[in-house]
């Protein structure tokens, strides 16, 4: 899925979900993230980033 985003395969590798968020999402991000540490299951939709800087909605389901 990250080349159908514009990103070079590997390029991703070792970054974190920050890398692909932006500036003006960063703290719903957090907010979310703060809340899949209390939940059992937990899933969210964010705004991310293409390699391009549009964004598209993604639905996130953050492994616990």
Do not use: K
């Amino acid at each position: 899925p990250f080349v159908s985003w514009g990103y070079a395969p590997g390029s991703l590798q070792n970054q974190r979900i920050y890398t692909l968020c932006p500036p003006d999402a960063l703290t719903v991000l957090r907010d979310h993230l703060a809340r899949v540490h209390t939940a059992e299951s937990y899933s969210f939709e964010l705004r991310l980033l293409r390699a391009d800087g549009s964004t598209f909605a993604a639905l996130l389901m953050p492994r616990q």
